[in-house]
């Protein structure tokens, strides 16, 4: 057989976690691996907002003819709007192109892909670390992937002059991925000051940012979490930026989300978005319209935008409160450990500090699973399962 010598590929460590909870028969297990937002319920919820699009698009009865492969007209325009401000310059003067992809992933793919054609000589740098995926799509669609500093784990802070020498050295035309919101394993954003100073560099050394903003919503709020995609748009000439509805929406099995490119001219746009439908073309023809749709109607009709903001706000709230109540839960067990640079990180993850080797014992000794680096999804804590976890978490440490 011509599979006869093919070997198993490793797992998705993500993943790996997953199956092994799953398989887990302890009835106090605990999932701190998937980054997936669950409400109080332990539930993956269905917002008000959609059920309500939901009703909206099935009344409309639209025949389910293939859409462009871009997608949805408006709901690019609106995706657009929600990233840079319907009044950004860049978008006025339309240099901005949006295309409908297959969630925040699909965006990342499409967009290494154009990247490629455009030129297939650079390289890829990303954050270290990051989401593992970041590497695989990458380095799927052709590029060399390297690592900037980034984190440091001895002080909870950012590498600031580490990471700024190293982009300094990169040749011209490089690639940058940065994460414009709520840093994905660690939850460590960098503040207004660096991330200046990283645009600065990023600028001056003329390297390509490639944003990926798949959290918008769940630091600040929409428009703050979006700020730095702005930003970059008004100092470089070419920004790429993959954001994703899976989370703010919670609609992650409908895969939404989008690409944009921001280009020095009308006309470079357009060219651009001719060879981004080429590529989507190539990978899967065009995107389905019903995850699209229902996002098109939360976020074009002011009520349902309103009662979304509204929502979203209720679960970033949440979440920052299960990261306080973390904390003072283990505090109250262990004094001798400070863990409150939990509580300043930002969006669903956070860096915890546990070891391999306590991860390993969590898992063992009471069947709660996060990844062997000490990246736990706070989002699936809440008033049921906390307690249990602050106990576990605080038996494990060692002085």
């Not at 609106?78 to 003067?93: I, K, M, T």
């Not at 209720?314 to 640079?341: C, G, H, P, T």
């Amino acid at each position: 057989s011509p599979l006869a010598a093919l070997e198993t590929a490793p797992i998705d460590p993500i993943i790996s976690v997953s199956e092994a909870f799953f398989a887990d028969t302890n009835p106090n297990k605990v999932n701190l691996g998937i980054g997936i937002y669950c409400d109080d319920s332990g539930k993956v919820p269905v917002l008000d907002c959609i059920k309500a699009a939901e009703q909206k698009f099935v009344a409309a009865g639209k025949p389910k003819y293939y859409l462009p492969m871009d997608g949805l007209g408006a709901f690019n325009r609106a995706a657009q709007h929600l990233l840079f401000g319907a009044e950004h310059q860049a978008v006025r003067d339309k240099r901005v192109v949006t295309a409908q992809t297959l969630g925040g992933s699909g965006g990342l793919k499409v967009g290494a892909d154009f990247l490629r054609v455009l030129n297939p000589r650079v390289e890829v740098w990303i954050s270290d670390p990051s989401w593992e995926n970041h590497t695989a799509l990458f380095e799927g669609a052709g590029f060399k992937v390297n690592s900037y500093p980034y984190y440091d784990a001895s002080t909870r802070s950012i590498k600031l002059d580490a990471m700024l020498t190293t982009l300094r050295g990169l040749p011209p035309g490089t690639i940058v991925v940065l994460h414009a919101c709520c840093h994905n394993p660690t939850g460590l954003d960098p503040t207004p000051r660096q991330w200046q100073q990283i645009r600065d560099v990023v600028k001056k050394a003329e390297l390509v940012p490639f944003l990926d903003i798949a959290y918008q919503g769940f630091a600040e709020n929409l428009h703050a979490d979006a700020a730095e995609v702005g930003r970059f748009a008004d100092v470089c000439p070419l920004v790429v930026v993959a954001s994703s509805f899976s989370k703010s929406l919670s609609l992650y099995s409908e895969r939404v989300g989008a690409l944009s490119i921001v280009t020095g001219s009308a006309d470079e746009a357009a060219r651009a978005l001719s060879h981004v439908k080429r590529v989507v073309r190539a990978n899967y023809s065009g995107p389905p319209s019903y995850g699209g749709g229902l996002a098109t109607n939360v976020l074009t009709d002011p009520a349902l935008r309103q009662q979304w903001e509204g929502e979203l706000a209720q679960m970033r709230d949440r979440v920052k409160s299960m990261r306080r109540q973390l904390v003072e839960k283990i505090r109250a067990r262990r004094a001798d450990f400070d863990l409150n640079y939990v509580i300043e990180q930002r969006g669903m993850f956070s860096y915890s500090g546990l070891t391999k080797a306590q991860v390993g014992r969590l898992r063992d000794e009471y069947s709660i699973y996060a990844l062997d680096s000490g990246r736990v999804c706070v989002a699936a804590l809440n008033s049921r399962n906390i307690d249990y976890v602050a106990q576990a978490i605080a038996n494990v440490l060692v002085t």
